[in-house]
């Protein structure tokens, strides 16, 4: 095992969490300012229709996106499990399926995206005036989407060995980059928006490269040129991939929906709230970091049975989550009209994002609640079971809350919304990793991707 690898089946759990957790919240944080100075410099730059086509077509890479990352969540299921049971040929035989797959997957949302970025748009409900600018950007954006996926998923792929640190190079590599071509290609030679979208696709590219080179040449990751998977790697991104992928899906089109709330109060609020997403993204940070953490550290001890140890993550990562998310949210919410400025001057946008941020920064401790728990749950192999936790939250919660809360308070009404589903989320998730059966699907899950060495030693 490399140095940085770690093994989670054994040691303090606390200690391991925080050690294992902070280089992925700084990976979030660094990905997070990735966006920041996008919009960062593409508001100051060309101003708030710029800002709110950056913002609407986001949502519409996110929501193509999302499924392939969703499949790329049982990457790091399965390959977390096989880790914790030490079987090298089902952790190698995995890695080849989820990279034949998943590569030529991205290839095809990137195309489809590419050809219906326009028609994507228009069902948005896209004000006119920021229609052109935003379906440039989308369409550029999803000519590189096969490198955004890329570079995370090696990430992913480091983070299921129990390596959190590694990551942090290549996104600080995308960002570095970022940050120095945006005023490059959209001011120095005049290409607008399509300079902000061709300076991140470049950015990309160049960290996922390395990304690359670095895990077969340094960290010693198990990559071979990617063969035809046997059937049942294929079964298990069936079972696995499909439903994870689709929960993500169910998210991310959660989010696009809300979009089409908050277009139907005009440009003004959707470009405030795409600066209140940007500062919203922070307040998430600790949610995401831990949901990640905890499934790489549940994932290994539950590939090798140590059910005590699992339930030991969970009470050490809710403890976290909570003094975390609620010292962000504070100091967010004192801060909350002075980080919107930083994106846009129009005062009839920074009282929007204003008011949301504010309205929403202390409902989310329970997001992280249910970050969690579903981690967990996840880590399992219960990929179903946290599909239908995630449409119940977002379809069933979040959206119609957000419709009602809008359609009844006004503006205000979509931060309302949203806060009242994350509280009512956190609690049915709570209910089901108590009561649920989702411990179950990890014999599931070792039966389909243990390698043959491990299966004669069970024998």
């Given at each position: 095992?490399?140095?940085?690898?770690?093994?989670?089946t054994?040691?303090n759990?606390?200690?391991k969490?925080?050690?294992?957790?902070?280089p992925?919240?700084?990976?979030?944080?660094?990905?997070?300012?990735?966006?920041?100075?996008?919009?960062?410099?593409v508001?100051?730059?060309?101003?708030?229709?710029?800002?709110?086509?950056v913002?609407?077509?986001?949502?519409v890479?996110?929501?193509?996106l999302?499924?392939i990352?969703g499949v790329n969540?049982?990457?790091?299921?399965?390959l977390?499990?096989r880790?914790?049971?030490?079987?090298e040929?089902g952790?190698?035989?995995s890695?080849n399926?989820?990279?034949f797959?998943?590569?030529?997957l991205?290839?095809?949302l990137?195309?489809?995206?590419?050809?219906?970025?326009?028609m994507?748009?228009?069902?948005?409900?896209t004000?006119?005036?920021?229609?052109?600018?935003a379906k440039t950007?989308l369409?550029?954006?999803?000519?590189?989407?096969?490198?955004?996926?890329g570079?995370?998923?090696?990430?992913?792929?480091?983070?299921?060995l129990g390596?959190?640190?590694?990551?942090?190079?290549f996104?600080t590599?995308?960002?570095?980059?970022?940050?120095?071509?945006d005023p490059?290609f959209?001011?120095?030679f005049?290409l607008?928006?399509?300079?902000?979208?061709?300076?991140?696709i470049?950015?990309?590219?160049?960290a996922?490269?390395?990304g690359?080179?670095y895990?077969?040449?340094?960290?010693?990751v198990?990559?071979?040129?990617?063969?035809?998977?046997?059937?049942r790697?294929f079964?298990v991104?069936?079972?696995m991939?499909?439903p994870?992928g689709?929960s993500?899906?169910a998210?991310?089109?959660?989010?696009?929906?809300?979009?089409s709330?908050?277009?139907?109060?005009?440009?003004?609020?959707v470009?405030?709230?795409?600066?209140?997403?940007?500062?919203?993204?922070?307040?998430?940070?600790?949610?995401?970091?831990?949901?990640?953490?905890?499934?790489s550290?549940a994932?290994?001890?539950?590939?090798?049975?140590?059910?005590q140890?699992?339930?030991?993550?969970e009470?050490?990562?809710?403890?976290?989550i909570?003094?975390?998310?609620?010292?962000?949210s504070?100091?967010?919410?004192?801060?909350?009209e002075?980080?919107?400025?930083m994106?846009v001057?129009?005062?009839?946008?920074?009282?929007?994002?204003?008011?949301?941020?504010k309205?929403?920064?202390?409902?989310y401790?329970?997001l992280?609640i249910?970050f969690?728990?579903?981690g967990?749950?996840?880590?399992s192999?219960?990929?179903?079971?946290?599909?239908?936790?995630?449409?119940?939250?977002f379809?069933l919660?979040?959206?119609?809350?957000?419709?009602l809360?809008?359609?009844?308070?006004?503006e205000?009404g979509?931060?309302?919304g949203?806060?009242?589903?994350f509280?009512i989320?956190?609690?049915?998730?709570?209910?089901?990793?108590?009561?649920g059966?989702?411990?179950?699907?990890?014999e599931?899950?070792?039966e389909m991707?243990?390698g043959?060495?491990?299966?004669a030693?069970?024998?």
């Amino acid at each position: 095992m490399k140095n940085n690898q770690l093994d989670f089946t054994e040691g303090n759990i606390a200690k391991k969490m925080f050690i294992y957790a902070w280089p992925i919240f700084l990976s979030n944080l660094l990905q997070t300012s990735y966006q920041l100075i996008d919009s960062l410099w593409v508001g100051n730059l060309i101003g708030a229709t710029g800002l709110g086509a950056v913002a609407i077509s986001g949502t519409v890479i996110f929501t193509i996106l999302s499924f392939i990352i969703g499949v790329n969540g049982a990457t790091l299921t399965v390959l977390s499990q096989r880790r914790g049971a030490n079987d090298e040929k089902g952790l190698k035989d995995s890695l080849n399926a989820f990279v034949f797959v998943l590569g030529g997957l991205a290839i095809l949302l990137g195309l489809v995206g590419f050809l219906f970025s326009g028609m994507i748009l228009k069902a948005m409900g896209t004000p006119a005036e920021i229609f052109p600018m935003a379906k440039t950007y989308l369409r550029i954006n999803f000519i590189g989407i096969l490198f955004l996926f890329g570079y995370n998923f090696i990430g992913t792929v480091l983070r299921a060995l129990g390596d959190s640190k590694t990551p942090i190079r290549f996104i600080t590599v995308a960002v570095l980059l970022n940050t120095i071509l945006d005023p490059i290609f959209i001011h120095s030679f005049g290409l607008g928006i399509n300079g902000a979208a061709y300076a991140t696709i470049l950015s990309q590219a160049i960290a996922f490269l390395y990304g690359l080179f670095y895990s077969i040449y340094k960290a010693g990751v198990p990559f071979s040129t990617p063969t035809l998977p046997e059937k049942r790697y294929f079964l298990v991104l069936l079972k696995m991939g499909l439903p994870s992928g689709l929960s993500m899906m169910a998210i991310s089109a959660g989010i696009l929906a809300i979009m089409s709330v908050v277009t139907s109060f005009g440009e003004d609020a959707v470009a405030g709230f795409a600066a209140a997403q940007r500062l919203d993204s922070l307040i998430m940070l600790p949610a995401l970091t831990l949901g990640s953490a905890v499934n790489s550290m549940a994932g290994q001890n539950i590939g090798a049975r140590l059910w005590q140890r699992v339930h030991d993550i969970e009470k050490q990562g809710i403890i976290l989550i909570l003094l975390v998310s609620i010292s962000i949210s504070t100091l967010i919410f004192i801060s909350a009209e002075w980080l919107v400025t930083m994106f846009v001057q129009e005062r009839s946008t920074i009282e929007f994002g204003t008011l949301y941020i504010k309205t929403i920064a202390f409902f989310y401790p329970f997001l992280g609640i249910n970050f969690v728990l579903n981690g967990i749950v996840r880590a399992s192999g219960a990929m179903v079971q946290v599909l239908v936790l995630n449409i119940i939250s977002f379809w069933l919660l979040r959206f119609p809350l957000t419709f009602l809360f809008a359609s009844s308070f006004g503006e205000i009404g979509i931060a309302l919304g949203m806060g009242t589903s994350f509280v009512i989320s956190s609690f049915i998730a709570t209910c089901y990793y108590f009561l649920g059966n989702w411990r179950n699907e990890s014999e599931k899950v070792d039966e389909m991707t243990r390698g043959e060495t491990a299966a004669a030693k069970d024998d």
